[in-house]
């Protein structure tokens, strides 16, 4: 890896915000035997944005479209956000383990910092490459005139090459990823808003050639939470359906949506 040039904070802080504020609309509550009261509806926008933002690299390093392919140079993209910027076809035994810390005091009041780790590890069977591993952790710190946030995502991976020793190959995926925030107005009536996520994929199948699209497989998630706008606990399963869409059932609600741009379909 070779640049780190200075990030975008107000791109940052507005991803940042983004996992905490779509709670904020938790008005028709459909849940069933269940106290919680945001909404399934927000909760499954939420899914498909962590979903969207962690998996293809818009927040954290790593891209699940770049396949079988390793790193060579992280800068930043033209959206702002921490990316690799160009890859290679690994050579067995090929490693990266490797950190990225930035800091920025834009003012006495307003304050940004980033921490990434990411780690890559090449798999083959004999001389032919047959999967990776990836771990892949961020955290987020800001502070405004207005709030302070606190943003942690993670995910641990394993891909294996459904034809090993071609670079272009399907990918099987499975492992978990998970994200925590923290986002606290600096009025003192205003209530702090916290919020956890936490996923774990099962035989996820991948189309590198296709941008990354997940054809099929499934997940499962918990989430929690509490805020200005009320509470939510919840347990929900995603299947994905090739094409970028995903859906997920939570309570037995189910939200259909499309990956490439968050929006339910």
């Known amino acids: 890896m070779k640049q780190y040039p200075k990030l975008?904070?107000?791109l940052l802080a507005c991803i940042a915000i983004g996992y905490s504020a779509c709670i904020k609309s938790a008005n028709n509550n459909n849940n069933k035997n269940n106290s919680s009261t945001v909404s399934t509806k927000v909760v499954s926008s939420t899914v498909a944005?962590?979903?969207k933002q962690i998996l293809y690299g818009e927040y954290g390093s790593f891209n699940i479209a770049d396949g079988a392919n390793m790193p060579d140079d992280m800068n930043q993209s033209h959206k702002?956000?921490?990316k690799v910027q160009s890859t290679h076809a690994p050579d067995c035994g090929f490693k990266i383990d490797t950190a990225f810390q930035f800091a920025l005091d834009l003012s006495d009041t307003a304050k940004f910092s980033i921490w990434n780790k990411i780690k890559y590890n090449v798999q083959c069977t004999g001389s032919s490459l047959s999967g990776i591993s990836v771990y892949d952790s961020l955290?987020?710190?800001i502070t405004s005139n207005d709030y302070i946030v606190l943003t942690k995502s993670g995910e641990t991976l394993n891909m294996k090459l459904l034809t090993p020793g071609n670079k272009d190959s399907q990918l099987s995926m499975t492992g978990s990823m998970n994200v925590y925030t923290n986002l606290q107005a600096k009025a003192t009536a205003s209530k702090?808003?916290?919020?956890?996520y936490n996923y774990s994929f099962n035989s996820l199948?991948?189309?590198p050639t296709k941008e990354g699209d997940i054809i099929s497989g499934s997940a499962s998630f918990a989430t929690k939470g509490s805020g200005?706008?009320?509470?939510?606990d919840y347990k929900g399963t995603i299947q994905f359906l090739g094409n970028h869409q995903v859906k997920i059932?939570?309570?037995g609600s189910t939200y259909t949506y499309d990956l490439q741009t968050g929006l339910a379909v």
């Open 8 to 10: 975008s904070f107000l």
């Open 49 to 51: 944005m962590n979903l």
């Open 80 to 82: 702002g956000h921490l």
């Open 139 to 141: 955290y987020v710190s």
């Open 192 to 196: 702090t808003t916290i919020s956890s």
């Open 205 to 207: 199948i991948i189309d």
């Open 228 to 232: 200005a706008d009320g509470t939510w």
């Open 249 to 251: 059932v939570i309570n």
